[in-house]
């Protein structure tokens, strides 16, 4: 098997540890990323073939120096994981215009930022893989993640379109949808910011969803460590998929979502098919 080195983002909590750690177990170098490296490191372990690299992927000069300093240690970038993000939770009305703004800036532009910064070590090398965690929410608009939704539905557009881009240089891509997985992102003041405003309407809603979700913490059932093996084991096959559904919850929503699609094409097929000129 090929040692390749790995350049992962959000590193220091949550599933990025896990894909770091699975990666290095199965010999391979990693380039870990956040926005203390020092933290990164004490999150992962220390490791001769470990890189830890402060990132904060909004500041696109911040992915170029990162990009190089991974370049100087392992002379090259084989796969590129898109794994930091953040949840600003709430409805919509609620969402201060910041908020929504401050979440489309870290969940879709900074994947945009740290990409632009690897791609052309890529390129260069005619052959990559680029692998970017959306979520479930990326496939299904959900109750109280307005703008995480619209944020993670924009990486999949992007996503799907930049394959066509790389493709004639070698390099591959996978969206990865997580449903929900045991890590930090539902932890206050870490992953998760509750709404700042507050509309009457939503205040009854607003409350028993932040308790909800709340409870949830500590108790969703996917293991992250066996995700990030799994994403291991579809890099080292050289075959991505284009999409890769994380978890049973995800599969059985996009059935169902899939079904009600369907039915509503059979609905108004007619309708649909009727708009073209008049020959």
Known sequence: MATNVWFITGAGRGLGIDIAQSALAAGHSVVATGRNAAQVETAIGAHKNLLTVALDITVPDAAEKAAAAAVERFGRIDVLVNNAGNFYAGYFENASPAQVRAQMETNFFGPLNVSRAILPVMRKQRSGQVITITSAAG???????????????????????????????????????????????????????????????????TAQTIEVWRGMNGLQGGDPRKLGQALVTLSDSDELPLRFLAGADVIGGLEQKIATLQAQIAAHRDLSSSLAFDA
Request: hydrophobic share 45%; aromatic share 14%.
């Open 139 to 205: 496939l299904m608009g959900q109750e109280f993640v307005a703008a995480y939704a619209a944020s993670k539905f924009a990486l999949e557009g992007w996503m799907e379109s930049l394959r066509f881009d790389l493709e004639p240089y070698g390099i591959k891509t996978m969206i990865v949808e997580p449903g929900f997985f045991r890590t930090e992102l539902l932890v206050e003041g870490s992953s998760t910011i509750w709404p700042e405003l507050n509309v009457e309407d939503y205040a009854d809603r």
